[in-house]
């Protein structure tokens, strides 16, 4: 086996048995970069050097016998998480000369593990994006079948991942963002609880919403970057106060059974609209190895669930047009030179230039909403409509422990098929945006393969602050259904 | 037709937003095709319901009033596109 192809499990028990050196691990990933990345297109950033000097430091830290679970394991970041020292672009022209002065609080909590940065990822611009087609950067293609995009907005996250570019990542999920291109691509995804992670030096797109999360190669390793970046953080204000469990520990305590586990079926999720027949076949054979497991099914009732995407998509477009400010010209980024009008006109023509056609189509949609006399009937009606859809959730969770579902409609889709009409694409969001909505966490586990090869993933919802549920069940499940070890062939 | 090509004119403008003459009518027509699915909220009972700005109630965060570290001069002006000795260079504001 090739070293870049291990689970970062793996990779930490040759590192700590020393039958393996961090530079020869970052080594092998930096080759597989080089190897396949003009036909991927996951990163944007790769900067040998700063990857090889961090691994040369984690074999010295490993030499003095002081390893961390991470000491050494090349991850791979979203571009959309401030690296000091290394280029942040947000998939935009705009900040493509960005380099942040500063590290995000989930990186300043990588490099205490110990982690080396593989380098930064592609992503829809400001994440904005189910594809990551609306990357002013490059194109990311779904190592599965090179015609298909790979999901998105951490599209670049989940593809380097499953094409063995680095050995976990770190993606953000705002209206599933980690979880469709996680299920796109083949691989394990989580969105934490809101609150769980600290969203300092995560670029702003939806406050509200977004959430930085782990994509890995399966659930253990989920697990391992969940304790290694949740916790209180005093530099976010919306941070949780409260202790987070060991979810290693959890999952090594998760025994091989689902007894006692209420797992809730909306009804209103049987009759979703052009779901894709392979993957209703896969939920169902999920279904099936759960039951198995004992794992007892009961109805419930998301009522509201037929107003997610368009409460999504007022509060959302809200919320960005207010963080999208900032990108004027005047204290980051590029500017628009030889101006006129003034400083008004700078702004404009910098903006004009800077910012992809889906950002503006989403900044005019919500200061359109924002705007005087329509406020009440799109931000307040949404935010309210947000309530019933928390509420819903809320009574759920009285009757099951975890709500079960698809995680996208269809496999990954052709790339160009969606472009042209945003209302579809929005649309293909249905399962997974009223997590965000609500704030409870999320996490998508492979399931099965469509009969094109194409991965699917399946979708398992719980409570506030109820990870620790959601990776055990998914490990359990992840265990027994014993997928076909299938790797993506990249032709 | 709920929102006209005029009313997206403006609504860029209050962004400091400018829309390529070229692309305007299919972004009009794209903005006014979601705007009119996102009406579907009208059918919704909100009748006596509280809004939600978020997922998770926080209280508000505070901290004690002591001095902690911060960016830098230096550091906050690196990455502007135009500046001198600590500060940004803007086009003339007042005529």
């Known amino acids: 086996m090739k070293l870049h192809e291990l689970k970062i499990h793996e990779a930490h028990e040759l590192l700590k048995k020393k039958e393996i050196s961090s530079s020869e691990l970052t080594q092998s990933v930096l080759g597989r970069i080089r190897e396949i990345e003009e036909k991927v297109g996951a990163y944007i950033t790769v900067d040998e050097d700063f990857s090889m000097a961090q691994a040369i430091a984690a074999d010295k830290v490993i030499s003095e016998g002081n390893i961390k679970t991470l000491t050494g394991i090349p991850l791979g970041i979203k571009d959309l998480i401030c690296t000091k020292g290394m280029k942040t672009t947000c998939g935009s022209k705009f900040l493509d000369d960005f380099v942040p002065p500063y590290d995000a609080t ?34 990311t293609r779904n190592p599965w079948d090179l015609s298909r995009i790979p ?114 079926l909306p009804e209103e999720y049987n009759n979703a609209e052009g779901l894709d027949p392979d993957v209703a076949e896969s939920v169902k054979k999920s279904m099936k190895i759960m039951e198995s497991l004992g794992a007892e099914f009961v109805p419930v009732s998301l009522p509201n669930t037929k107003y997610a995407v368009a409460v999504y998509y007022v509060i959302a477009p809200c919320e960005a047009s207010s963080n999208l400010a900032r990108y004027d010209g005047v204290r980051y980024g590029r500017r628009a030179e030889d101006t006129e009008g003034g400083i008004i006109g700078m702004y404009k023509a910098t903006r004009l230039k800077g ?77 997974t945006l009223s997590t965000n909505l609500a704030g409870i966490p999320g996490i998508s586990v492979p399931c099965g393969y469509s009969k094109e090869g194409l991965p699917i993933g399946l979708q398992l919802q719980a409570g506030y602050f109820c990870e620790e549920k959601l990776l055990k069940a998914a490990y359990v499940f992840e265990k027994a259904a014993a997928l076909e070890k299938r790797k993506p062939a990249i032709k | 037709m709920k929102i006209t090509k005029e009313q997206v004119v403006q609504v860029a403008h209050l962004a400091r937003l400018e829309v390529d003459e070229a692309d305007m009518e299919r972004i009009a027509e794209q903005i006014d095709k979601i705007l009119e699915y996102i009406d579907t909220l009208a059918k919704a009972d909100t009748e006596g319901v509280e809004p939600s700005f978020q997922g998770i109630d926080h209280d508000t965060a505070f901290r004690e009033d002591v001095p902690v570290g911060h960016v830098g001069q230096e550091n906050a002006t690196a990455n502007a596109p135009s500046s001198e000795d600590g500060y940004f260079i803007v086009p003339k504001v007042i005529g």
Not at chain 1, 117 to 123: A, E, I, Q, R
Not at chain 1, 238 to 247: M, Y
Not at chain 1, 382 to 411: G, H, W, Y
Not at chain 1, 416 to 429: A, F, H, N, Q, V
Request: glycine share 12%; aromatic share 8%.
């Open chain 1, 355 to 431: 910012l992809g056609e889906e950002v503006k189509r989403r900044i005019i949609i919500g200061t359109y909403a924002l705007s005087e006399g329509y406020y009440d009937a799109y931000y307040g009606k949404a935010a309210q409509v947000r309530t019933l859809i928390k509420q819903d959730f809320n009574k759920a969770f009285e009757k099951c422990d975890m709500i079960l579902s698809p995680v996208a409609p269809t496999p990954a889709f052709k790339i160009g098929e969606k472009t042209g009409d945003p209302l579809t694409m929005y649309l293909s969001d249905i399962f």
């Open chain 1, 106 to 139: 989930v990186m300043a909590k990588l490099y205490s593990d110990g982690a080396v940065v593989s380098g930064k990822l592609n992503m829809d611009e400001f994440a904005m994006g189910s594809s990551t087609e609306n990357s002013a950067m490059k194109l």
């Open chain 1, 151 to 264: 999901g998105g907005s951490s599209g670049g996250s989940a593809a380097a991942v499953a094409a063995d570019m680095c050995l976990g990542s770190l993606g953000s999920d705002t209206g599933g963002s980690i979880r469709q291109p996680a299920s796109h691509c083949g691989v394990v995804g989580i969105k934490p609880t809101y609150g769980s992670v600290s969203r300092y030096g995560l670029v702003a797109y939806a406050s509200s919403l977004d959430q930085i999360g782990p994509i890995t190669k399966d659930v253990r390793d989920s697990a391992i970057l969940m304790n290694a970046i949740c916790g209180f953080d005093g530099k976010d204000s919306t941070s949780a106060r409260r202790e987070f469990p060991d979810f290693v520990s959890a999952i090594n305590n998760a025994g091989d059974n689902l007894k006692g586990i209420r797992i809730g």
